[in-house]
């Protein structure tokens, strides 16, 4: 048995961040699927190890965390020296990593998630796409394209030429868009539709893909 857990499901957004940092780490885990249908995640034992009851809930022995972004750094950080080295660079580098992993959070993923919501997932449920939701946060995330797209005209990847958690943490929304009409907005955009190219083509994330599909 692997002495990490992660508890969730691979079509939860938040449990591929985490996930895609433990493929790039190199590091052995356990998937435990919750059944979300069965509504185990608002059950016991599931709420002792979430009491929000959200996936994932992670443990690496008898250290138990939650919300997926604050267990990437953790992975990043206490296993720095295997695999992909997720948080490169000095203090002021990780800070410049630090406040593009904020920007994702707060500034992507709102219009992002909404995006996915409205244009791949509610399809999936039988439901109808909001017209009006879409055009409102299609506009929200161009802007957000356009400083990337600035940003990506000076390096790589979003804060250097290294790929870090800042650009692993787009990946969940950024795969589903490219499979609806949104993806107008990445190609558009000549940097982000290479970065993406890139990020999406990671060895690491086509075994989440991989695992996706099987669900």
Not at 26 to 33: C, D, G, I, N, Y
Not at 95 to 101: H, L, T
């Amino acid at each position: 048995m692997a002495p990490i857990k992660v508890h969730g499901i691979p079509l939860s957004m938040p449990t591929q961040r985490v996930l895609a940092t433990l493929y790039e780490k190199e590091l052995e885990f356990e998937l435990v699927p919750v059944d979300m249908k069965a509504g185990e995640h608002k059950k016991v034992p599931f709420l002792s190890l979430n009491p929000f009851g959200l996936t994932p809930a992670f443990e690496d022995g008898d250290l138990k965390l939650i919300e997926s972004r604050a267990i990437t750094k953790y992975i990043a950080h206490q296993y720095a020296n295997k695999g992909t080295d997720l948080a490169c660079g000095d203090t002021k580098q990780k800070a410049i990593i630090g406040v593009a992993m904020e920007v994702e959070a707060h500034q992507f993923d709102p219009p992002a998630s909404k995006l996915t919501w409205e244009l791949a997932l509610k399809p999936v449920f039988g439901l109808v796409t909001d017209k009006a939701v879409v055009e409102e946060n299609e506009a929200k995330l161009a802007k957000v394209l356009d400083i990337y797209e600035s940003r990506l005209a000076h390096s790589k990847y979003l804060t250097c030429d290294c790929f870090t958690l800042a650009d692993l943490h787009h990946l969940p929304a950024v795969q589903y868009l490219l499979g609806t009409e949104a993806k107008k907005l990445f190609d558009s955009r000549p940097h982000v539709s290479a970065w993406i190219a890139d990020i999406t083509s990671r060895p690491a994330w086509r075994k989440v893909h991989a695992l996706q599909k099987e669900y």
